[in-house]
């Protein structure tokens, strides 16, 4: 037996209608056609679907069946359909983001918060266990967005900018250091650096000042959350290098000092890497140009 999905919808239009002609209405044919198709039905399941000579028209027990796998199954059909077109249009599909700066999480939560306001339909999702592998995950189909700061060379990826920030050091206002106007990779050595668990080449600190000068600091302690990097520099227990859209609040605590990196002072720059192939999805722009209103905010004083 071969049940398309227009047999589905013809046995459910004459059950709503009651009868043949209305049905014929309802779908848009003639009622002789409508007839022929239900005698193909029952030709091919070997029953009848409708008790004959019947007002309304009546389904038999057979009929009942199929009316009962046409409610279930043609809803689903539906709402599938409705999905691809919203594929098809841009207003659904699938935002999952993987992050390679780990003090992200202090931004990026309130564009998601907006993000989800202006398309409900974007199914939206970050994947931390993909931060050491994110641009693979990408080029897989595993994340849709990265944000990183190492933009490289990649076939099928595009580098998109969002913002310029600039790692900044902190250390409690009593710290020898604070009288420093800035600092420079000679003043790690002997610290302790607190930093969050990731790796150093991921690390502004490391891989903008202290690799480049082949200066190491005497302990480097990792802390997962930056309230606890900051609440551990406070009582003196190591220095931080942190972005300044981070430490933005700690400008203006008496317990604490932020010194530029170098006498020019650092910047670095934030991307979201998208795949080439999405570029057209409008969801993926307007996410980018969230991200870049988040960071005016956050920075102004």
């Given at each position: 037996m071969h049940i398309e999905f227009r047999h589905l919808r013809t046995i459910k239009a004459i059950h709503d209608t009651g009868g043949l002609s209305n049905a014929a209405d309802?779908?848009?044919?003639?009622?002789?056609?409508?007839?022929?198709?239900?005698?193909?039905?029952e030709d091919q399941?070997?029953?009848?679907?409708?008790?004959?000579?019947?007002?309304?028209?009546?389904?038999?027990?057979?009929g009942m069946k199929l009316l009962a796998a046409a409610e279930s199954i043609l809803p689903q059909v539906a709402a599938l359909e409705a999905e691809f077109d919203g594929l098809i249009t841009g207003k659904a599909g699938r935002l999952h983001i993987a992050i390679e700066c780990h003090a992200c999480f202090e931004w990026l939560m309130p564009v998601l918060d907006a993000f989800r306001?202006?398309?409900?339909?974007?199914?939206?999702?970050?994947?931390?266990?993909?931060?050491?592998?994110a641009l693979p995950a990408l080029r897989r189909e595993e994340v849709d967005l990265v944000v990183s700061s190492d933009p490289e060379t990649l076939e099928g990826v595009e580098?998109?900018?969002?913002?310029?920030?600039?790692?900044?050091?902190?250390?409690?206002?009593?710290?020898?250091?604070?009288?420093?106007?800035?600092?420079?990779?000679?003043?790690?050595?002997?610290?302790?650096?607190?930093?969050?668990?990731?790796?150093?080449h991921r690390l502004d600190v490391f891989n903008a000042l202290l690799t480049p000068a082949k200066v190491?600091?005497?302990?480097?302690?990792?802390?997962?959350?930056?309230?606890?990097?900051?609440?551990?520099?406070?009582?003196?227990?190591?220095?931080?290098?942190?972005?300044?859209?981070?430490?933005?609040?700690?400008?203006?605590?008496?317990?604490?000092?932020?010194?530029?990196?170098?006498?020019?002072?650092?910047?670095?720059?934030?991307?979201?890497?998208?795949?080439?192939?999405?570029a057209g999805l409008p969801y993926l722009s307007?996410?980018?140009r969230?991200?870049?209103?988040?960071?005016?905010?956050?920075?102004?004083p």
């Open positions: 309802l779908l848009g044919m003639t009622q002789s056609a409508l007839s022929h198709q239900i005698k193909g039905i399941a070997g029953v009848e679907l409708f008790v004959r000579r019947t007002k309304p028209l009546r389904l038999s027990a057979a306001k202006a398309w409900p339909e974007v199914d939206v999702d970050i994947r931390p266990g993909l931060a050491f592998d580098f998109t900018p969002i913002f310029d920030y600039e790692p900044v050091f902190v250390a409690a206002a009593s710290h020898p250091l604070a009288r420093k106007q800035f600092v420079e990779a000679e003043d790690f050595r002997g610290q302790t650096l607190i930093t969050y668990p990731v790796d150093r190491e600091p005497a302990t480097v302690r990792q802390v997962e959350l930056t309230a606890m990097i900051l609440l551990l520099v406070a009582s003196n227990r190591g220095v931080a290098v942190l972005p300044d859209w981070v430490v933005r609040q700690v400008r203006y605590n008496s317990d604490y000092v932020t010194r530029p990196l170098t006498a020019q002072g650092i910047t670095k720059r934030l991307y979201a890497a998208t795949r080439t192939a999405d307007h996410v980018v969230l991200a870049r209103q988040e960071a005016v905010k956050l920075q102004r």
